[in-house]
């Protein structure tokens, strides 16, 4: 069984920034692909950043594209999501996910096999 604890969550003003974090409890960490999804109120979990097992590709949510950066460390078995110019509409729960290895870039979350409990970000107008 695999463990992601998600971190870093919070309330803050439209334009400013943080950074979550997800940790995890898998042994080779590089062996697994890695995501964040989020889900607002009343709305489906949906896909925000992923990057490949070996942090060699990444993709991005056309929503966050240019404001969220998705990172990893293998050697800390941690990955990471900072969030720029924040907006109201990012205001979700967002998730951390991995599945195991693949050269794709997998969007759906059905492709995702572990997750996180999810943190709360909440950003004013």
């Known amino acids: 069984q695999v463990h992601l604890m998600e971190s870093g969550g919070g309330l803050v003003q439209a334009g400013n920034s943080l950074t979550l974090s997800c940790t995890t409890s898998?042994?080779?960490?590089?062996?697994?692909?890695m995501a964040w999804f989020r889900q607002a109120p009343g709305k489906e979990r949906e896909f925000v950043a992923t990057t490949r097992w070996d942090g060699g590709r990444v993709l991005y949510a056309d929503s966050v594209k240019g404001r969220f950066t998705i990172s990893r460390d293998n050697d800390k078995i941690a990955a990471s999501l900072q969030m720029d110019s924040l907006r109201p509409e990012d205001t979700a729960v967002y998730y951390c996910?991995?599945?195991?290895?693949?050269?794709?870039?997998?969007?759906?979350?059905?492709?995702?096999?572990?997750w996180g409990q999810g943190t709360q970000v909440t950003v004013s107008s």
């Open positions: 898998v042994r080779t960490y590089s062996a697994y692909n």
């Open positions: 996910a991995v599945r195991h290895a693949t050269t794709k870039l997998p969007t759906s979350a059905d492709e995702y096999d572990y």
